[in-house]
């Protein structure tokens, strides 16, 4: 079985500024990951995904994350934040059945 | 990628009726799946989609409580019934696209349910 830990529940930072946001999985199977994003009142949007290959892998609105088989963590980064990126963040995982197991989610407030 | 819809959007209802919530996406998906996010909380999946087949449930889940139908490639319905206030939650639907890679999901906007 597979489970998700987000590690912040809440991560408030400044505009223009940098974030990071944790997750880390448990797994006894290879695992393919993805970091959803969903903003007030919406469902969820896909941001990016790792299946294979490259552990460093980009995805929409100028995020990107890391995969560290070691650490068995997947963080998701951001260089420089914008308003518009205000949303709760879903980190999940899927042990290769097609379920995904999502973590409690962190939200994401960006101050100006 | 897949453009999924879902209605109704929102819905206000009295306790011990029942609602069915429609999944339509815009092309023809292998699997489909139904979730549930209870308020200020994470997903939780309900059931696996099965076309032309029964549904399969998650632990905790019960097809009497949440039927589910799948008549085609691209569509699904969820009946939440007995509705009692525990059962307001925003219920998600998803599709993984023919191609679309392992295990990737795309969602519907979702259908805010308030039970009273």
């Known amino acids: 079985a597979q489970s998700v830990t987000q590690l912040d529940s809440q991560v408030p930072v400044f505009e223009e500024a940098p974030v990071e946001l944790r997750c880390n999985y448990s797994?006894?199977?290879?695992?393919?990951l993805f970091w959803y994003v969903q903003y007030p009142n919406q469902g969820l949007q896909l941001l990016l995904k790792?299946?294979?290959?490259?552990?460093l892998v980009k995805g929409i609105n100028g995020f990107e994350a890391e995969f560290n088989k070691s650490q068995t963590s997947f963080h998701l980064r951001k260089p420089s934040v914008h308003i518009s990126d205000t949303a709760e963040y879903f980190c999940?995982?899927?042990?290769?059945?097609?379920?995904?197991?999502f973590g409690q989610g962190t939200r994401l407030t960006i101050n100006p | 990628s897949a453009v999924i819809s879902q209605k109704p959007s929102r819905d206000i209802c009295q306790r011990g009726t029942s609602l069915t919530i429609q999944c339509q996406v815009d092309?023809?998906?292998?699997?489909m799946f139904w979730y549930r996010q209870q308020p200020g909380q994470s997903l939780t999946l309900i059931a696996t989609?099965?076309?032309?087949?029964?549904?399969t449930y998650e632990s905790g889940f019960v097809i009497d409580k949440f039927p589910i139908s799948r008549p085609n490639l691209t569509f699904s319905t969820l009946t939440v019934s007995n509705m009692s206030p525990e059962d307001s939650s925003i219920y998600l639907c998803?599709?993984?696209?023919w191609g679309a890679g392992t295990d990737t999901q795309y969602f519907g906007p979702g259908t805010r349910l308030t039970v009273l």
């Open positions: 998803s599709a993984s696209p």
């Open positions: 797994s006894s199977v290879s695992v393919y």
């Open positions: 790792y299946l294979s290959g490259s552990t």
């Open positions: 999940a995982v899927s042990g290769g059945a097609q379920k995904l197991v």
């Open positions: 092309s023809q998906v292998t699997m």
């Open positions: 989609a099965n076309q032309g087949s029964e549904a």
